[in-house]
């Protein structure tokens, strides 16, 4: 028993441990294998990998691309200046507000939907699957200024509409009270992926489970609530990370629609705009990787939490990894 334990603690020593016992057919197998995989590694150790280390190294220097050669090291400078700048402050809270009301949102209305096409009685039920996904392939900047049109106080289809129905529509994109409400209607906008994910786990739900409720006396609410709802958890948990972590990384439409400003007054200023701003505006690059890198510190801080939570909550049927 002690000499099998040596060996196995050899054969991971040795370099050639890994491929020992390997005929040549599995040898060459391993190898194209590594071929294959190497266009992602390199991928990722050119585009994610080194840039990560070196924004990390450039949030310890005065870095600025107008002055590049006076680059010198600054220690926790950058750092001690977050606590002080009171535009880190409000963009973290223009930020987290905005989630707030954003999340939930982008997380009911796809179940909402998903549960809809998912009744049976539902006629054409492909079509509007259909409709719903497709505006996911539109590109965004295009989709972003179809809203703008939309959204327009003046001329807007959506204002004509509540005209229409003897309602004064709002100033959607110029009013610090409406502009909120706004850019959550965009969000939905590409809501396909959500529901779509959504849509599949429910389908995934053994029938078996609804006639048993259904002979018990339950109806189609309790059916959800205490059937679907449960199963389908786990999607609604990564619907859920990828939800916040995409809106700790909010830039695109209020930077299309409403300028680099957070026009109006500064309420659409959210924390990636303003990095942005810092760090290819002001090009003081420095203090900007020192902002990316709070801003991962928080998004990594949020999931963690997430998933430490998703123990009580989230469900995972028996055999399922956790």
């Keep these: ?3 099998e334990s040596i060996r196995r ?5 040795d370099p050639r ?3 020992r016992g390997l005929s040549p ?9 590594w071929v294959f995989l190497s266009p992602w590694l390199v991928g990722f150790l050119v585009f994610y990998l080194i840039p990560m280390v070196a924004s990390l190294v ?15 090291f600054i220690g926790l400078e950058n750092y001690r200046q977050l606590l002080t700048d009171p535009l880190v402050r409000r963009s973290l809270w223009i930020t987290v507000r905005f989630m707030l009301f954003s999340v939930p949102i982008s997380i009911l209305v796809p179940l909402a939907l998903a549960a809809l096409l998912n009744a049976r009685s539902l006629w054409g039920k492909r079509v509007f699957r259909t409709l719903f996904y497709m505006p996911t392939v539109v590109p965004l900047i295009s989709a972003i ?7 327009n106080a003046r001329t807007g289809w959506l204002n004509r509409f509540l005209a229409w129905l003897g309602i004064k529509g709002p100033d959607w994109l110029n009013s610090v009270t409406w502009v909120y409400p706004a850019l959550i209607l965009i969000g939905l906008w590409g809501m396909g992926n959500a529901m779509l994910t959504m849509l599949a ?11 048993a409720a259904a002979i018990d006396g339950a109806g189609p609410f309790r059916r959800f609530l205490h059937i679907t709802l449960p199963l389908i958890t786990p999607v609604i948990f990564y619907n859920l990370v990828l939800s916040i972590i995409g809106h700790f990384q909010y830039f695109i439409i209020p930077w299309v629609l409403l300028g680099p400003n957070g026009d109006p007054g500064g309420a659409t200023l959210f924390f990636n705009l303003y990095l942005f701003k810092v760090a290819f505006v002001y090009v003081n690059m420095g203090y900007g990787a020192t902002l990316a890198w709070l801003l991962f510190l928080l998004a990594l801080g949020v999931t963690i939490l997430l998933f430490g939570t998703a123990r009580y909550w989230v469900y995972y049927p028996a055999g399922e990894e956790r």
Excluded: C, D, K
Excluded at 25 to 33: D, P
Excluded at 58 to 72: A, C, G, H, K, V
């Design 1 to 3: 028993m002690h000499r």
């Design 9 to 13: 603690l050899w054969s991971r020593l």
């Design 17 to 19: 441990g890994p491929w």
């Design 25 to 33: 057919l599995e040898r060459r197998r391993a190898v194209w294998g």
């Design 58 to 72: 450039f949030s310890f220097t005065n870095f600025n691309l107008n002055q590049p050669e006076q680059i010198r």
């Design 145 to 151: 200024y179809i809203w703008q049109g939309f959204l």
């Design 201 to 211: 786990a429910m389908q995934n739900v053994p029938r078996e489970l609804y006639e």
